[in-house]
């Protein structure tokens, strides 16, 4: 069975910290890209963060930089997204996904082909 299974989503007050993983289960990734996105209710799907296959280059949408950090244990397949400083904006369906980029790309939709079913994040005021 080929799936992205998201984790460590929650409920949390402005400020705290969370930290979501994506392990691919059924999938090998050698050189892919993963990257996080999400999507508030009544709002398109954006980018947030993504790292390249070997963990050398990280993507970072202008509204987390600086809060979030994105990481990735290849060997487990597996990618974390640590939330710190959240804000009541930061509330959405977290979504991780894998695909073939790079630079400004990789901040595109598109570029990915594999999604994962997504977990909530409420960050209250």
């Known amino acids: 069975v080929q799936a992205l299974v998201e984790s460590g989503g929650g409920l949390v007050q402005a400020g705290g910290s969370l930290r979501l993983s994506c392990s691919a289960s059924?999938?090998?990734?050698?050189?892919?890209?993963m990257g996080w996105f999400r999507q508030a209710p009544g709002k398109e799907r954006e980018f947030v963060a993504a790292?390249?296959?070997?963990?050398?280059?990280?993507y970072y949408a202008d509204s987390v930089k600086g809060r979030f950090t994105i990481s990735r244990n290849s060997a487990k397949n597996t990618v974390y997204l640590q939330m710190n400083s959240l804000k009541p904006e930061d509330t959405a369906v977290y979504y991780c996904?894998?695909?073939?980029?790079?630079?400004?790309?990789?901040?595109?939709?598109?570029?990915?082909?594999?999604w994962g079913q997504g977990t909530q994040v409420t960050v209250s005021s």
């Open positions: 996904a894998v695909g073939y980029c790079s630079g400004d790309g990789c901040s595109l939709l598109s570029r990915y082909s594999y």
């Open positions: 059924g999938y090998t990734f050698s050189r892919a890209t």
């Open positions: 790292i390249t296959w070997s963990g050398g280059s990280t």
